[in-house]
């Protein structure tokens, strides 16, 4: 599915783990199972995160949205900082800049499920979060040492993806700025401009 997506635009393979453990959201919770087959991979041109549980899609993504924000953020930026990509200073990269090359699919199904909603559109699961996040910090950390080429192309990307950002962000700050200086009493639209009159017939 997620080569059909990419395409010829993919800069990686797509990889496939899946994860089988149990556990529960709280002490005083029932344990529950829980299992999921995560795939991504990396494109320049198209970026995809879609979660499934139960069957169902979860167009929110609740609990494996949140994971998957947290260990990809950390994982990558744990690999810039050991390759010492960063430039002195440099702020840390955010998700947006991951997600902006990320093609991932999740597919999971646990015993026991707590939606956010009745329209079932997130799930709330902490331990579905818990060991989704940790699942993925390691084996995306073996991913980068055994896949060297694909870790620095990815790593490339997503600094590709977080300078842009900036220098759009950048750049919308300074025409707003140069707009604001610019605008006036004299040359704003008609009924904005303050009332020189104190004649109700004007």
């Not at 090359?101 to 818990?130: G, H, P, R, W």
């Given at each position: 599915?997620?080569?059909?997506?990419?395409?010829?635009?993919?800069?990686?393979?797509?990889?496939?783990?899946?994860?089988?453990?149990?556990?529960?959201?709280?002490?005083?919770?029932?344990?529950?199972?829980?299992?999921?087959?995560?795939?991504?991979?990396?494109?320049?041109?198209?970026?995809?995160?879609?979660?499934?549980?139960?069957?169902?899609?979860?167009?929110?993504?609740?609990?494996?949205?949140?994971?998957?924000?947290?260990?990809?953020?950390?994982?990558?930026d744990k690999y810039?900082?050991?390759n010492n990509r960063?430039?002195?200073?440099?702020?840390?990269?955010?998700?947006?800049?991951?997600?902006?090359?990320?093609?991932?699919?999740?597919?999971?199904?646990?015993?026991?499920?707590?939606?956010?909603?009745?329209?079932?559109?997130?799930?709330?699961?902490?331990?579905?979060?818990?060991?989704?996040?940790?699942?993925?910090?390691?084996?995306?950390?073996?991913?980068?040492?055994?896949?060297?080429?694909?870790?620095?192309?990815?790593?490339?990307?997503?600094?590709?993806?977080?300078?842009?950002?900036?220098?759009?962000?950048?750049?919308?700050?300074?025409?707003?700025?140069?707009?604001?200086?610019?605008?006036?009493?004299?040359?704003?639209?008609?009924?904005?401009?303050?009332?020189?009159?104190?004649?109700?017939?004007?």
């Amino acid at each position: 599915y997620i080569g059909e997506v990419v395409g010829e635009t993919a800069l990686t393979a797509p990889v496939s783990w899946h994860l089988e453990t149990q556990g529960r959201d709280r002490e005083d919770k029932d344990e529950y199972k829980f299992k999921a087959d995560i795939s991504f991979c990396v494109a320049n041109t198209v970026n995809m995160l879609e979660y499934y549980h139960n069957s169902s899609y979860l167009e929110h993504g609740g609990s494996p949205d949140r994971a998957v924000r947290l260990a990809f953020t950390y994982a990558l930026d744990k690999y810039l900082k050991a390759n010492n990509r960063y430039t002195k200073n440099e702020s840390k990269i955010t998700f947006n800049d991951v997600a902006d090359c990320l093609v991932l699919v999740i597919n999971s199904f646990s015993t026991m499920t707590s939606y956010e909603n009745q329209t079932k559109k997130a799930i709330t699961n902490t331990f579905i979060c818990d060991a989704l996040n940790e699942f993925l910090r390691k084996q995306l950390e073996i991913y980068f040492i055994e896949n060297p080429k694909a870790a620095e192309l990815f790593g490339n990307q997503v600094l590709i993806n977080k300078h842009s950002r900036e220098t759009a962000e950048k750049a919308r700050v300074d025409v707003k700025k140069k707009l604001a200086g610019s605008i006036d009493a004299a040359n704003r639209v008609e009924k904005f401009v303050n009332c020189r009159s104190k004649d109700p017939a004007i």
